[in-house]
């Protein structure tokens, strides 16, 4: 699908029941949610898009890489397919842009899972926060001039003398670093990740605003075994929405819906068939917004 000149490529499956979007996380694209689809698509309508700068989508050296952007692509795309609303799941940096969706679309947001998200605290690993370096670009380029199976066998050779690390970690690192050889995808990665991340941390902070999804289902899942970013950022925001649900999948990393896809597909399913999807109004985004502000 074109958008505003611009080239947009998403998966689609199911013909029926509500319509759930997969986002992906940072340098990641939809190939990411293949093994979950299938199951969701038995229940639901999925799309998952591959966002602007990463897999088969555009990568406009000029393009705008906020999540705010992103966020407001969602929203085109729902409309230009014939969808007033969807349920948004959103892995990592996927996690922050569903969040801003539903800040800035609250009357297309159904439910909201966020999936070992972004935005809920500062730490992040420091490989991320490396890229923010000046010069990162240059070390990042001669990364990826390895190809994809020098990159795997070094990557199954950490995975030994780090055994914490999860196979599913690190077989999307590799297929990231694949990617990223590209010029134009790497370009689109650094704009992204020095629009979220800082040598410190992340710079995106979403904890203020969940209040603004009092009405709206929300469920979180994370791994335990997350060593990007800690499953406790979920944890805490869990506390913090007294209405939400948690999945924490023991053992898991940072992509716990490829290292369970049955378990995730089952809790995703179960969500959608125990929740009633919001339906916000200029109204109660007024209410909730005088409300946080007393």
Known sequence: ???????????????????????HGLAGDSDTWRPVIPVLAQHARVIAPDMLGCGRSAKPRSGDY????????????????????????????????????????PEMTQRLVLVASGGLGHEVTPALRATTIPGSILALRLATTLTPKWVGSLLH???????????????ELARSLAALADHDARAAFMHTARGALDITGQRLDATG??????????????????????????????????????????????????????????????????????????????????????
Do not use: C, N, W
């Not at 074109?2 to 986002?23: D, E, F, N, S």
């Open 66 to 105: 906020s999540v705010a952007a992103y966020a407001s692509s969602l929203r085109d795309l729902l409309v230009a397919l014939g969808h007033r609303s969807a349920t948004v799941v959103g892995h990592s940096l996927g996690g922050g842009v569903a969040m801003q969706f539903s800040y800035q679309f």
């Open 209 to 294: 605003k969940l209040y603004l999804t009092a009405k709206v289902p929300l469920l979180f899942i994370a791994g335990d075994a997350d060593a990007v970013i800690p499953a406790r950022h979920s944890v805490d925001a869990h506390e913090a929405v007294p209405h939400s649900r948690l999945e924490l999948f023991e053992g898991a990393g940072h992509f716990p819906h490829l290292d369970d896809p049955h378990r995730f597909s089952e809790a995703v399913t179960r969500f959608l068939r125990a929740t009633t999807p919001a339906r916000s109004t200029t109204t109660d985004l007024r209410d909730s917004l005088l409300a946080g502000a007393s």
């Open 1 to 23: 699908m074109v958008l505003h000149g611009q080239r947009y490529t998403y998966l689609a499956a199911g013909t029926r029941g509500p319509v759930v979007v997969l986002l």
């Open 157 to 171: 050779r950490v995975a030994r003398a780090l055994p914490s690390v999860t196979a599913s970690d690190l077989d």
